[in-house]
């Protein structure tokens, strides 16, 4: 049974925190490939991710 939007993105969210099993990957991977607003949820993710990353290792400012 292919997923929805609703499961795509909270199995995305998921794996943000923990590794995603094999039928969880198939069954995202079969909806991200035909749905847009899903893929570019992904890609928000992931900058969103990489942006907080590159903060946290960011020198501060000594005052």
Same mark, same amino acid.
């Given at each position: 049974?292919?997923?929805? !939007? &609703?499961? =795509?993105?909270?199995? $995305?969210?998921?794996?943000? +925190? @923990?590794?995603?099993? *094999?039928?969880? @990957?198939? &069954?995202?991977k $079969?909806?991200?490939?035909? !749905? %847009?607003? !899903? @893929?570019?949820? =992904? #890609?928000?993710? %992931?900058?969103? %991710?990489? *942006?907080? %990353?590159?903060?946290? =290792?960011a020198? @501060? +400012? *000594? #005052?």
């Open positions: 049974m292919l997923m929805n !939007c &609703k499961e =795509s993105t909270q199995l $995305l969210s998921e794996g943000e +925190d @923990r590794p995603l099993e *094999a039928g969880e @990957r198939l &069954k995202l $079969l909806h991200l490939l035909s !749905c %847009r607003g !899903c @893929r570019n949820y =992904s #890609k928000q993710l %992931r900058f969103i %991710r990489s *942006a907080c %990353r590159q903060l946290s =290792s020198p @501060r +400012d *000594a #005052k």
